[in-house]
Nanobody
Framework: QVQLVESGGGSVQSGGSLVLSCAAS????????MGWFRQAPGKEREGVAG???????SYADSVKGRFRISQDNVKNTLYLRMNSLKPEDTAMYYC???????????????????WGQGTQVTVSS
């Protein structure tokens, strides 16, 4: 049974940094495609960063150069390093997983079947 548990969210000031973690269980992280998504109140869920089973990454234009997705296959944990945070980054952040996700769906919510419960990130100006 695939389970994903996010942590690391919090409140920071604009320009600050956070590292989100997603602890995976029930499967081997390295064999799955993984993604980070976010959803702000009143907005649709959007893709932030994705990584496929070969280690190739994809980022939304809005976070390129500021966010970095990575994974630790020993700890079976996915990370999202977020630097230079902006108020518009405020959202609930979710990690997602699936065994096979085409590269063009890595930032699309419908490409993933397993989801965590989310962790809140709030950036104040």
């Amino acid at each position: 049974q695939v389970q994903l548990v996010e942590s690391g969210g919090g409140s920071v000031q604009s320009g600050g940094s956070l590292v989100l973690s997603c602890a995976a269980s029930g499967y081997t992280l390295s064999s799955y495609c993984m993604g980070w998504f976010r959803q702000a109140p009143g907005k649709e869920r959007e893709g932030v960063a994705g990584i496929d089973s070969d280690g190739s990454t994809s980022y939304a234009d809005s976070v390129k150069g500021r966010f970095r997705i990575s994974q630790d296959n020993v700890k079976n944990t996915l990370y999202l390093r977020m630097n230079s945070l902006k108020p518009e980054d405020t959202a609930m952040y979710y990690c997602a997983a699936d065994i096979r996700v085409p590269w063009f769906l890595l930032l699309v919510p419908s490409g993933f079947g397993y989801w965590g419960q989310g962790t809140q990130v709030t950036v104040s100006s």
